[in-house]
């Protein structure tokens, strides 16, 4: 079964050499919430240096190239990107859909590519505002698992999904908690129905305005293995806020 809550910080686009000292403040404190498993992605130029200061905690890409490498100049491969100190990437991230017109069979492209390369993956889905409106959220998000998911021997245990819908990222709203227990039941069946009983163990996150303040009660729905943030990731004091709420809704043993 699933193991220990995994929040997981994604800086995007944010971050200089200023900001080691927030991922060094989270590693500190990481130490003594054991009971979460807390990873960060800052930008592929600071993945090196977070690495150095963070012994403790995951440190991650937001994204890779599908190829191995070659003449895609800006791009990084995973390869690269495991080299630099990252073990695992994110694929699939709604901003990357929608900003660099990124199809689920890419993403499925980028999952396998960083999966040879000997990395985890969060893959992420997520319906839009309109999509959630006309009553198609499950089979949009059904859609991209079915085209996004990797394929292979031995994929599941590196697979990480994260449900984000997109209306909820950055916004300040998120979805009722029902509406999140639904949505990830829907997730689990089809990864169970993709892998079997592996499909049981992989971890389904949440994301879309997680804070400090309401990161208990988004994390207690049903079938939520931990928290995508974006925004309240940025600074050690509201990350670690989400990382506690993690470490207290993990004594509550949800089953
Ligand atoms: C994200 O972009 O993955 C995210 C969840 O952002 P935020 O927490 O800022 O909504």
Not at 105 to 118: C, H, M, P, S, Y
Request: glycine share 10%.
């Amino acid at each position: 079964m699933t193991t220990r809550p995994y929040i997981v910080g994604n800086w995007k686009m944010h971050g200089t050499r200023a900001m080691l000292a927030e991922a060094r403040a989270i590693d500190r404190a990481a130490e003594r919430l054991l009971k979460v498993e807390v990873a960060i992605a800052p930008p592929f130029t600071l993945i090196h240096a977070t690495r150095k200061e963070a012994n403790l905690i995951g440190i991650g890409a937001q994204d890779v190239h599908a190829a191995d490498g070659g003449a895609h100049t800006g791009d990084i491969s995973a390869a690269m990107a495991k080299d630099a100190g990252a073990g695992f990437t994110i694929v699939g991230h709604s901003e990357r859909r929608a900003d660099h017109k990124e199809t689920n069979a890419l993403v499925k492209e980028k999952a396998e590519a960083a999966i040879a390369a000997g990395m985890n993956v969060i893959v992420c889905v997520g319906e839009t505002e309109a999509e959630r409106d006309s009553g198609k959220a499950e089979a949009v998000v059904a859609n991209q698992l079915s085209g996004s998911l990797p394929e292979g021997e031995g994929v599941a245990e590196k697979i990480t999904v994260a449900y984000e819908p997109v209306w909820a990222i950055g916004t300040g709203r998120t979805p009722t908690v029902d509406d999140i227990g639904t949505m990830h039941r829907h997730i689990r069946e089809k990864l169970v129905a993709t892998f079997g009983e592996e499909g049981e163990a992989i971890r389904i996150l949440y994301g879309g305005s997680v804070k400090p303040d309401n990161a208990a009660e988004l994390l207690a729905a049903d079938e939520v293995g931990g928290a995508l943030v974006g925004g309240a990731s940025l600074t050690a004091e509201s990350f670690l806020g989400i990382i506690i709420a993690a470490a207290a809704e993990d004594q509550d043993d949800k089953s």
